[in-house]
Each structure stands twice: as structure tokens, then as C-alpha cells.
């Protein structure tokens, strides 16, 4: 594996193994302190590319004021060490600097998909990350890009923009991967105290429990699913609940509210940001409700 940090070293690092016909490239994008939520997109990046780049870079200016950016965990060693067992090609990890030498004068920015959800408690949020995914996309020039359906939005969001822009990449959706008691794997549950990472738990229950209730028809219509998300987490005194919503998927449109569920067209996201003390956690699932009852 190659551990480059400057964009030229990876041109040259790219070129000298695209010269040796390795088939198509696959960009994974994170920001470090690698879970097995990464590696599993590294995994299935390695099903479909011969080449597999892993970025890793706390990108700044998708943090805003009083956000985490400083205090974002890292740990390059063993990131690399991660990283280099799930058979990445190259690692690009670059600075700051390498990546802004001057603050960015252009900013890409996806309308109506970024105004919700993660959007709207993150203003700005998504503009950062569409920037910097432009960046690393031009600098790699990957066929493939990998990214989780832990941050359903942002895939929604990224998958509008290549088409926008005719950008010459598939973005590939990949599962979100949970630990076996149902919470999602993320970075940033190093933060989480023992108590506070035992009441996230509600978290995945509350999404379980609503989608259980829809397909067994206990509840119908969103407005209702959202109550029960709302009250199950509610049983968690730490929980500070930034947002829980309902909408289509990938377009993020509300759901009429007195449309029964089953009946919208196509799949649906459940969707939630909550705060545990300092910690900001998101979840979601995505699926077609579907009436268990109308299948039997
Ligand atoms: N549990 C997970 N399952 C699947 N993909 C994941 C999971 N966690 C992160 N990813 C994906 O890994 C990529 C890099 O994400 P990132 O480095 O921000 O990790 P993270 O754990 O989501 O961190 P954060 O604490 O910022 O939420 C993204 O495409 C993200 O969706
Ligand atoms: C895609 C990404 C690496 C861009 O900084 C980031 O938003 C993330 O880790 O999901
Ligand atoms: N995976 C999301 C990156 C962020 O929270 O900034």
C-alpha cells in the first residue's frame, strides 16, 4: 500500500498502476478513525475496482463555528494499519494546506436536497462536502466512489450532484453497517460516555420499532410514525433530539400527511440527528413500506 500526501504524489502513485491495466479505480472518501463501517466500503470497493484509493481528510470547511473540527478524533497509525489489511492500494492523507493553499474561492452547492434534515442544523454543511468530494473526484478521476447509507443524505445529495454535472464517476450507496446491539458505527461514538452510549441504543429502536409498527399497521400514516419515533427516544433522559423525519427517498420530499405510508410511491427514509451530551449521533433506514398483513 502507498501512503502519499501531496496531490502529485498521487497522480504519480495513480499512474504508475493505472499503467499496469489494474481495471477500474474506486475512491473511498472519509475522515479517519477507521470502524468497520469503512472497511466495509473498502470491501466492496474492492468487488468492482482493481484500483482502491482511501482518502483521509477532516475536511474544515464542511465544520461549522463551534463544531468538532479540532477535536474530530484521529489516528493516523492506526488508520493505515486499518487500511492496509482491507487491501487499499493508496492511502491519500493529505494536510490542510494541500488541500486549500489559499482559502477556496468556488463552492459547489446542491439546491433543495441540502435545506433539510443534516442541512438544516449544519448550515453549510453540505456545501463543504460537495466541495471537497468535487476535489477529490478531480483529483483521482475515479470510475467508482463509495459511500455509506449511514449518511443517507449525503448520498443523496452527492448522487445529484455527478448527475448535475455530468461527472464522469458512479457513486456507489453501500449498507449501513451497525454494531450487533443495533447502534451505528460511527467516529464520532469515542466521544460517548458509558451511560450516554447505552441510552443511544434508543436511537436504532425507535427507527426498528417505527417501521415494525408501519408494516404491521399499527401506525399509517408519517406524521404518526414520527410520534413513535419521538416517543421511543423520549424514554432516554440524555437524549436532546436535533431532528427525527420522514420524507422520500433519494428526492427528500414530505410524505403527504395523510397518506398511509404504504402507499407512497417508492422507498422512504426515517431519519434522525440526536445529541447525547457533546455528541451529535445520526441514523436512518431507507425502505418501501410494504403491509406485512397484505403479504400473508
Ligand atoms: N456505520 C457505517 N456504515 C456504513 N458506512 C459508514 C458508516 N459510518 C461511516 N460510513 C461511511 O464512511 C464514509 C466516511 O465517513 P466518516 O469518515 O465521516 O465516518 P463516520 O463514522 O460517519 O464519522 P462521523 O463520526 O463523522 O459520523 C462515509 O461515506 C460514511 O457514510
Ligand atoms: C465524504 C466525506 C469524506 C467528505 O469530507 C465526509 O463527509 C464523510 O466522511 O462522510
Ligand atoms: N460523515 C459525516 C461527516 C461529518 O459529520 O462532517
Redesign the pocket.
Known sequence: MKVVRTVEQLRESLGQLRSEGRGPVGL???????????A??LRRAKETCGIVVMSIFVNPIQFGPGEDYES?PRDEIRDLALAESRGADIVFIPLAQEMYPKPTRTKIKVSGLTDKLCGASRPGHFDGVTTVVTKLINMVQPDYA??????AQ??AVLSQMVEDLNMNVTIVP?????ESDGL??????VYLSAEERRQALVLSRSLREARAAIEDGRVVTASEARELIVSVISESPLADIDYADILSFPALEPIAADLPLTRAEGEIIMALAVRFGRTRL?DNIVFTPKEVAALV
Open positions: 473511498v472518501p472519509t475522515m479517519g478513525f477507521l470502524h468497520e463501517g469503512h466495509s466500503l474530530y463509495f459511500f455509506g447509507l449511514k449518511d449525503q448520498v453501500c449498507p449501513l453497517i451497525r451505528a458505527l460511527s467516529s464520532r461514538n445520526i
